[in-house]
């Protein structure tokens, strides 16, 4: 870099001492307020929040999440968090627990203080540079003294200061985002967990059942009443049943890990309750005709690509600014001779651009910018596709739990009365009894599984409007 200095010297010679000595601390005291007062100004406001943005954060995160969040910085929770558990949890509460323990998320809600500080410091001018120098020789001494201070940074900080606002801006939304992520993760790991302990409840039904049909099928083939053929077949049952439960064991056990990770509790913590069953389904399912337009004005990573745009905007013009001179400094000179009267004026520092004019600057900022516009496109154009698969996932699978619990579980119950009574009349055997309880339990269990698929649709088309998106993940 080369630099140009401009030294101006204004000496009082012609004056009489007596004059020097009166004027002299005045019209210092003048030229160094002139210098100061401006930085001053503008530096004085540039302080950090009490909060680092966290409330600004909650209140987003609660608008989308339609319940009260709150984001504490202490680590002592205990007491809150050991109220949440002393109830079985709802997928609510699950919400609040996980918004209040998850470590992940509080490491992300750093990222809050270190986008408040670069956005402090963009108010903040760099520090003057004081330098100081003494010649002597052939008797004679003169000392120089120079205060310089970055002037380019303080005709540049009010566009600096707007980009690191939408760079906040940004981040607010981008840690608001992993806010709602961390809240549909929970949503959806808490109706799978539940509905894994249905599902093992009704396993171990189906194991009981095919146990005894097993038992009895042994006993009659021995006696010479039932073939061999329909002897395997129901022991290859019982063996297919016991598969079975062994499986739901797992999926049981797996899931509810999968939970306690997302509230940040411990493998092994036995205070995390349960409840026996899904919650129930609504009577009507949700009319949305204007989803589409809801994602665009409320989901967070479209308005987090828009404020990156806008930065990016801001960027390019703080580049187009500073890409011929990013260098210019002014300062209060002050120099003294032996035997000479004092010399003070001021001093300017300016880049001479003779090998680099900037252009590549330019055409990097002119490409960021470009990229954030066509980032924050794309970003609107997969929201609407996401929103609008979220919404057919939703319809569809409440019409298949409706279909489950209205039509298929009460025929397959009105089923297992009809065949009781004919076995009660001895026209049916008890195999046929064991089959048709067998058919019913497996009616209950999809009864299930489409009851849980309903309330993760539910929660994956939430997150498509307001957050983000569930899509590739709407199944266990």
């Not at 319940?67 to 929770?77: C, G, K, L, N, T």
């Not at 330098?131 to 600096?160: C, H, Y």
């Not at 010479?224 to 016991?242: C, I, K, M, V, Y």
């Not at 990229?371 to 596709?385: E, F, G, K, N, W």
Request: charged share 20%; net charge neutral; proline share 3%.
């Amino acid at each position: 870099m080369n630099t140009m200095s401009l030294p101006q010297r204004a000496t009082d010679g012609a004056a009489a001492p007596a004059q020097r000595s009166a004027r002299r601390p005045q019209s210092t005291v003048r030229w160094r307020a002139a210098v100061l007062l401006p930085f001053i100004l503008l530096t004085g406001c540039a302080s950090l929040s009490a909060d680092s943005g966290y409330g600004e954060v909650a209140e987003l995160t609660s608008k989308r999440l339609g319940q009260p969040v709150q984001f504490q910085r202490v680590a002592d929770q205990t007491a809150q968090i050991q109220g949440l558990l002393a109830q079985p949890l709802t997928a609510d509460t699950a919400v609040q627990l996980a918004l209040l323990n998850n470590s992940g998320l509080k490491a992300t809600l750093a990222e809050l203080g270190i986008a408040e500080a670069e956005l402090v410091q963009a108010g903040r001018l760099r520090n003057p540079s004081f330098s100081f120098g003494r010649v002597s020789g052939g008797g004679e001494a003169e000392i120089d003294r120079s205060v310089m201070f970055d002037l380019a940074g303080l005709l540049t900080m009010p566009q600096r200061r707007r980009m690191e606002q939408h760079r906040f801006e940004q981040t607010r939304y981008s840690v608001a985002s992993r806010a709602l992520q961390l809240a549909s993760d929970t949503r959806i790991a808490y109706f799978t967990a539940v509905a894994a302990i249905q599902s093992q409840e009704f396993a171990e039904q189906v194991a009981l059942a095919a146990q005894a049909s097993g038992q009895l099928a042994e006993r009659m083939a021995k006696a010479g009443n039932w073939s061999r053929l329909d002897q395997a077949r129901e022991t290859a049952f019982q063996h297919e049943a016991t598969s079975q439960l062994l499986r739901a064991r797992h999926e049981a056990l797996a899931s509810r890990e999968a939970l306690l990770r997302l509230l940040g509790m411990g493998s092994n913590d036995t205070t995390v309750l349960l409840p026996a069953r899904l919650p129930e389904m609504p009577q009507q399912a949700l009319a949305m005709r204007d989803a589409e337009a809801q994602a665009l004005a409320s989901r967070l990573d479209v308005l987090a690509a828009r404020a990156a745009s806008a930065a990016s905007a801001q960027a390019l013009g703080l580049s187009q600014t500073t890409s011929f001179v990013n260098v210019f400094e002014l300062g209060y000179a002050d120099k003294r001779s032996r035997g000479t009267p004092r010399e003070k004026g001021y001093e300017v520092s300016l880049e001479l651009p003779l090998f680099d004019w900037g252009t590549a600057r330019r055409a990097g900022a002119q490409a960021s910018y470009m990229q954030s516009v066509y980032h924050a496109a794309d970003v609107a154009l997969q929201a609407r596709s996401q929103v609008r698969v979220a919404y057919s996932a939703y319809q569809s699978q409440y019409e298949i739990a409706r279909n489950y619990q209205d039509h298929v579980v009460p025929l397959r119950k009105q089923i297992a009365d009809e065949v009781l009574l004919r076995y009660n009349g001895m026209l049916a055997s008890v195999f046929e009894l064991l089959s048709d309880a067998r058919e019913q339990l497996a009616a209950v269990n999809g009864a299930i599984n489409s009851q849980r698929d309903f309330w993760i649709a539910e929660t994956s088309l939430q997150a498509a409007i307001h957050g983000g998106s569930n899509e590739n993940r709407s199944q266990p």
